[in-house]
């Protein structure tokens, strides 16, 4: 059974689920695949808990107060992990690109696999696009500031971030209005970020915060996210792996 730690965001956690249904449809019940939600929408906030001193990688945090922010998220994250270990989960996957920077942390604590989501999606990328070519990132200032994605991509390609007006005025405030239920507006407000990195000849733009395919492919059909030619959904890649996981056992 596939273990789904979501919850950050709530939409983004079933955008999953519904793409693991999806992409694996079956002509029967039983012909899904087995997996288990854990909505842990009570874990705290985890780009407020990175803070400005954290180093860009887990285990490295400067001051006290960083700390305790940094470890009462790798708590949480390990209470989940926890239960659907204990409900018979053979690996996990965490919808959130952001609650990456505890991965190594977490690993550490769970015996159980946790699929890597930014790595994944560079995996991916490295199948789809040649060396040194510019990828765009949208992604949360906390995934920007921590490096999640820059830990696989800075050796083989150029990323390329929005500047820090589009970030707030559109990527900030997309990713805002997704949690806040306002698609269709998240929709328009994400254009200029996209445009942005369009104009900076990106090959591919990673779609690197959950909420941001909902955003940009509302009211789409399932078929126009597959056949994308410039955006990578990280949800979408790791409903691949899990699967290509979860057929292996």
């Not at 830990?151 to 900030?172: E, M």
């Not at 994308?228 to 699967?243: G, T, W």
Request: some cysteine.
């Amino acid at each position: 059974m596939i273990g789904i730690l979501g919850g950050m965001g709530t939409q983004a956690g079933l955008d999953f689920c519904n793409k693991l249904a999806i992409l694996y449809r079956g002509k029967i019940d039983q012909d899904y695949p087995l997996f288990l939600l854990y909505n842990k929408s009570n874990i705290p906030g985890r780009p407020e808990s990175i803070g400005i001193h954290t180093g860009k990688l887990s285990g490295k945090v400067n001051d006290k107060k960083n700390k305790k922010k940094y470890l009462s998220v790798l708590k949480s994250l390990d209470k989940g992990c926890k239960l659907l270990k204990k409900s018979k989960c053979k690996f996990i996957v965490i919808p959130c690109n952001t609650a990456h920077y505890w991965y190594d942390d977490l690993k550490k604590k769970i015996k159980l696999p946790i699929i890597n989501m930014p790595k994944e999606v560079f995996v991916y990328t490295r199948k789809k696009c040649k060396r040194n070519s510019s990828i765009g990132l949208l992604a949360t200032e906390g995934t920007l500031k921590t490096g999640v994605y820059n830990r696989f991509f800075d050796k083989d390609f150029n990323l390329i971030f929005p500047n820090k007006a589009v970030q707030n005025s559109s990527v900030n405030k997309a990713i805002k209005l997704v949690k806040m239920g306002k698609v269709k507006l998240a929709s328009k407000v994400i254009k200029p970020a996209i445009d942005f990195l369009i104009k900076k000849k990106c090959k591919k733009i990673i779609l690197g915060c959950t909420e941001l395919p909902i955003a940009i492919f509302a009211f789409k059909s399932f078929k126009t996210i597959k056949s994308s030619k410039i955006f990578l959904d990280p949800n979408l890649i790791l409903a691949n792996a899990a699967m290509k996981k979860y057929q292996s056992k």
